[in-house]
């Protein structure tokens, strides 16, 4: 997939400016991103890979991390702004269950 190919579908999906993003549409979204670039990268790597008894989740970022790193910039730009994406959506889940100073509004 191309970048504006991988531009067009965020627009159309979840929005130009986001702004039809959820939490569970941009789960849905990153999942068929994930199986659309899988099937025709030759590496066949996952953003992040679950493996059946993974040594640590530190291990698993590092070689996430690291081979994002090599990946042609096209590539890397699409997977870490995925990546950065659901992960944030994680965050405002957590952060909605348990509020901190730091909290829109405060705690």
Do not use: N
């Amino acid at each position: 997939m191309e970048l504006r190919d991988f531009q067009e579908a965020v627009c159309r999906e979840l929005g130009p400016h986001l702004e039809y993003a959820t939490r569970d549409k941009v789960r849905e979204f990153s999942a068929r991103m994930q199986a659309q670039w899988f099937d025709r990268w030759e590496d066949g790597r996952r953003l992040l890979e679950a493996r059946p008894h993974p040594e640590s989740w530190e291990q698993i970022l590092k070689e996430f991390f690291a081979g994002v790193l090599y990946d042609p910039p096209e590539r890397a730009v699409m997977v870490l702004w995925l990546t950065a994406l659901e992960l944030w959506w994680e965050v405002i889940a957590q952060d909605e269950e348990e509020p901190t100073l730091l909290s829109p509004g405060g705690k």
